[in-house]
């Protein structure tokens, strides 16, 4: 088998922006307790005309300039979403039409926060199968349509944007390592939308009682996500022989500052080995790590031979981490 390695990034973020001040406008809540449950400032949210599929293909068009190719050289996108634009068509196909990536076949891979982790897995044993060259994977997400502006526990954690990395054929020593990736049901009752599938149809009611929006129930999240971050993150290491020491960077799941705090200090690891940008973005789905990815390389905290670690923790529950020797 050969190797994988990520070759290119492109992001995309609407520009439209959220304060806490316009949120305590909306709901009883304050910027002092935003900023200290979960670390978030300000999110960015899409216009009403623009859907998931407009902003993954902006974020695609940008790996593919990065990378300098065209989209008629892609094999296959896979992009990660709980918000697609619509039940079916599947969200891939929108992008890849308005791509015109002629040549490659696509899916929507659904595994809530941890689906961009879920994608770059999927990718990376395409290629590494020698079946694929060139694999998109995007992570795209609309929540400001599906989140209660009415609900303070929920409304001051999401944003809109697209993210999306592009992965190739790796020689020996480079690119993809391993990777640690789980589900646990028992806990999909934590974090979910209840209707619009074929359990509650949309009806009246449905949409009466809300129940088209994101429901959680934080507390239990937060544990679970701090303790399953860690131990995925734990295991892929370990299995390497790798300690916290030996990662340049922890590029997060970015859902709440306090939880990426917490898994970090139980691995050992620094501030300095951490990206966090929630801050900025809020939580963003599927498109948080490669925004925060983005991040890394513009604030130049990621550089080519870096042993970088992504993890998430997701809806579902969904639980994922990887390990990859950064290769631009």
Known sequence: MVGAKITALGVHVPPGVLTNADLEKMVETSNDWIMDRVGISERHIAAPDIATSDMAVLAARAALAN????ATDLNA??????????????????VQHQLGAKGAWGFDLVAA??????GLTTAAHLVAGGSHKKVLVIGAD??????????????????????????EPAAEGEGFIDYHNEVDGSGGDFLKMP??????????????????????????????AV???????????????????????????????????????RMGMSEDQVIINIDRYGNTTAATIPLATHSAIESGRLKKGDLVLFAAVGAGFTVGANLWRWNY
């Open 195 to 224: 209707a619009g599938g074929s359990r509650m149809p949309a009806s009246k009611e449905t949409v009466d009682q809300r129940l088209h929006f994101v429901k959680q129930e934080g507390q239990q999240v937060f544990k679970f």
């Open 67 to 70: 990378r300098g190719i065209d």
């Open 142 to 167: 609309t929540m400001s349509r599906i989140i209660d502006y009415t609900d303070r526990n929920t409304c001051v954690l999401f944003g809109d944007a697209a993210g999306a990395m592009l992965v």
């Open 227 to 265: 303790k399953k971050m860690y131990e995925c993150c734990t295991d892929l290491l370990d299995r390497h022989g790798y300690t916290a020491k030996n990662i340049k960077l922890l590029i997060p799941h970015q859902a709440n500052r306090r939880i990426i705090g917490a898994a970090a200090e």
């Open 77 to 94: 996108i896979i992009v990660c979403t709980v918000t697609p634009d619509m039940m079916f068509p599947s969200t891939a196909c929108l």
């Open 113 to 118: 926060c941890s689906g961009f982790v879920y």
